[in-house]
């Protein structure tokens, strides 16, 4: 039989008790450290019991983590910012949650996109000299709680340093490979020690573009660690290996796990190459990203082909990735629809689907033909193919996608329209979702109270936003988002061809989860979904209002996504739904349209010779949204956490009137974009990192915004907050704003001054 394996599992429970039973209550002062502790190891060892019950032999340990693994790994490698003031020996928990969240003398570190998903990892900073030693026990603390049979899980060596940045522009993190593997040479000896027979060494940099350094130290880095005593299971997900094949079987490791969901393609070849090679090869043949169903039919006969060629005791069973991007349990779903239920599986479905393909046909036929129903329930189905859409979609044309005029004309329409001060400012949307806010909703769900008393409670809080904007001086207001849930969910609920779970939460960072919709049929507005907010709002002052809408690309990447028709093809029915919604606001008097896509830079392929497919589509999406306003309506949208530099030409072809971005928590790194690019239309560089929970003061922001002017001219800059306010409270909220808009202040005269100077 070949060997199931699970890469990882969820770390935030069922009921999101990493959230709400842990690390908040921990950070709030609620629970001691030691409480905090004593949870995560209850949370654990449910999770290990349930793959054990299961049928999984080795259960994964290290891959749960209080906040992300890449912290978890710079922890475990010493490999600790300055700024922080720690001094040697283990981490305490206190340097862990300020190097992810910064404190009051200190800045969090840098955030991004773990690869192409919707997961956030803390990213490493490195310097020149950096010094590496072991400063956590958690692995080892962990193994030995998880007793016997236990696979322990790392970040390997070159990914961790691909991901790293240094404050030297100039300098590859990669180059400090011989300083940092002493470090896991020795983090092996102790696991051996501790009775470990198998490692997991994650290295999903395999399935990117390498440079020769690269190469160079994949080559390296496992002769150094074949001494270990451990057998070495390499994991590569999220893509093929393509070019890295020969690079990949050639490294002395014992076993190589490869993504068979999203490169199906490279079976053959990875069968090849372990039968020549006399490696393992794991089949990640269950979607470890997505929540549908697995055809087992369809996939056993892959494990069969392979067990055929290989042996069983080569061949493993597997989810393509770790299950972290997956919802727990699907059987916590009590009032999801029936049918659409019988398509999915979860988490806990999805061990049970490694664990089914790694038995016989004969003991798993029931299994089988319950798949195969399924299967064929789904394809057939009525409620997932809507011929109205269908015919819409292809009565779509060039002149649909393109604005009425070039921006030059436009902007001066909309200055004569808006009359704003030079450096504008304006939020990203949402302001903090308060108690009171989260209870009118859940009684309002429950029951509790009418329709006309929840509208009557958003109103009021909509209301107070709006007088608080006014209050502390911005310039484009916005309604504060009271009534949303989250920024995707809220407008799939109004959608066709969305379905929504109770539970189905995963981790987005820290202890931020979302509960992604699932996008299982053809896409249709029946009635717009924001006007009437939009409407109420802008009744509250004579301030510009703006519209707040999700783009195509960001409900895209941030839903489970069908799998039956290519992406782009539900994009576009996306993007006329919002385009529908877009020309209605208009119609209603909102003068400045915000159409969010914040997951535009998350969607870029993995590989360069994939982007330029992927980009048209995805800039043409967001065209068909917002070329249906006149040039007077101001067209803006948002992006966060995202390396710009390689599609800044695309997102000039976006052709937004303003572009606000996440700048602050890389101190305006992400304008180097800009000096090469000209970027012909208005930018609103964020000056306030919200996902920390530090004030800025005014001097730092006025120094962020220095350095815009470095690169940006004056009458391109807005200023604004990096993202939505919903995760941060009003105490934060306030100072931090009344601080940004004291930067304007400053900024203004500053460049009234130079101006008269000059």
Not at 78 to 106: E, H, I, K, Q, S
Not at 135 to 141: E, M
Not at 278 to 298: E, P
Request: charged content about 25%.
């Amino acid at each position: 039989m070949p060997l199931p394996l699970i890469l990882g599992f969820p770390r935030i429970g069922l009921n999101r008790e990493l959230k709400k039973n842990l690390v908040e209550p921990y950070w709030k002062g609620k629970i001691s450290a030691a409480e905090l502790l004593a949870a995560a190891k209850d949370l654990r060892a449910r999770h290990w019991a349930l793959m054990r019950d299961a049928g999984v032999p080795y259960v994964p340990v290290n891959d749960f983590s209080l906040y992300d693994q890449m912290l978890d790994m710079s922890c475990l490698l010493g490999a600790v910012p300055a700024r922080y003031g720690w001094t040697g020996g283990t981490v305490d928990l206190d340097t862990y949650f300020a190097m992810a969240r910064g404190r009051d003398n200190a800045t969090a570190m840098e955030m991004t996109k773990w690869f192409d998903t919707n997961y956030h990892n803390i990213v490493p900073e490195l310097t020149r000299d950096q010094a590496f030693s072991v400063s956590a026990t958690k692995i080892f603390d962990e193994f030995a709680e998880a007793g016997e049979n236990a696979l322990p899980v790392l970040v390997g060596p070159v990914t961790y340093l691909s991901l790293a940045k240094s404050p030297d522009k100039d300098f590859d993190p990669v180059s400090l490979l011989d300083a940092v593997l002493p470090v896991y040479k020795e983090v092996l000896s102790r696991l051996k020690a501790a009775g470990a027979t198998w490692v997991q060494m994650d290295e999903p940099c395999l399935v990117t573009d390498l440079t020769d350094v690269q190469r160079a130290a994949y080559k390296a880095a496992y002769a150094a660690l074949a001494d270990s005593g451990l057998q070495v299971f390499l994991t590569t997900y999220f893509g093929g290996l393509r070019d890295n094949l020969d690079l990949a079987f050639s490294l002395p490791v014992d076993c190589i796990h490869v993504d068979l969901v999203r490169a199906p393609g490279q079976f053959k070849d990875c069968l090849a190459k372990a039968k020549e090679t006399g490696k393992g090869l794991s089949l990640g043949i269950v979607d470890g990203r997505n929540i549908w169903r697995n055809d087992l039919s369809a996939s056993l006969a892959v494990v069969e082909e392979a067990v055929a060629a290989l042996g069983d005791d080569k061949v493993c069973v597997a989810p393509s990735c770790s299950l972290l991007h997956s919802p727990v349990d699907l059987d916590a779903e009590t009032k999801l629809d029936a049918e659409i239920k019988s398509w999915l599986a979860f988490a806990k479905q999805k061990v049970d689907e490694v664990v089914a393909l790694s038995k016989p046909r004969a003991e798993i036929a029931d299994l089988l033909a319950a798949s195969d129903k399924a299967q064929e329930s789904r394809k057939t189905s009525a409620r997932i193919h809507n011929p109205d859409v269908q015919a819409r979609l292809a009565a779509v044309t060039p002149s649909m996608k393109s604005r009425k005029s070039p921006f030059a004309a436009r902007i001066k329409a909309q200055k004569a329209a808006l009359k704003l001060p030079p450096f504008p400012t304006t939020t990203i949307g949402s302001f903090p979702q308060t108690k009171e806010i989260r209870k009118a909703r859940a009684d309002y769900k429950a029951g509790r109270i009418d329709r006309d008393a929840y509208e009557a409670a958003m109103k009021a809080e909509i209301r107070a936003v709006v007088d608080y904007q006014e209050e502390v001086g911005l310039d484009v207001l916005v309604h504060g988002e009271a009534e949303r849930n989250d920024m995707v969910e809220y407008f799939g609920e109004q959608l066709s061809g969305f379905a929504f779970t109770q539970n189905g939460w995963v981790q987005s960072y820290g202890s931020r989860c979302v509960k992604p919709p699932i996008i299982f049929g053809d896409v249709d507005r029946p009635a717009p979904m924001t006007v009437d907010w939009a409407k109420y709002a802008q009744s509250c002052t004579d301030h510009v209002m703006k519209g707040m809408l999700t783009g195509p690309i960001t409900m895209l990447q941030w839903s489970f996504v069908r799998n039956d028709q290519p992406r782009e093809r539900t994009a576009m029915q996306i993007a006329l739904a919002v385009r529908d919604e877009v020309a209605d606001l208009e119609k209603a008097g909102i003068k400045v349209i915000q159409i969010d896509e914040a997951a535009l830079r998350e969607g870029l392929p993995l590989r360069k010779s994939d982007w330029q497919e992927y980009l048209a589509w995805a800039v043409e999406a967001f065209k068909l949204t917002a070329c249906t306003v006149d040039d007077a309506t101001q067209i803006h949208t948002h992006m966060c956490y995202s390396e710009f530099n390689d599609i800044i030409e695309s997102i000039g072809a976006m052709d937004a009137d303003v572009i606000s971005i996440e700048t602050s928590r890389s101190n305006m790194e992400l304008l180097d974009a800009f000096v090469t690019y000209k970027y012909p239309n208005e930018i609103g560089p964020g000056v306030y990192d919200i996902h920390s929970p530090r004030v800025p003061p005014t001097e730092d922001m006025v120094v962020l915004l220095d350095k815009a002017r470095d690169v940006l001219r004056d009458d391109q800059i807005w200023v604004n907050p990096d993202c939505g306010l919903k995760t941060r409270g009003w105490a934060e909220v306030k100072p931090a704003l009344a601080n940004m808009v004291a930067a304007t202040k400053a900024l203004r005269e500053k460049a009234g001054t130079k101006s008269a100077a000059a």
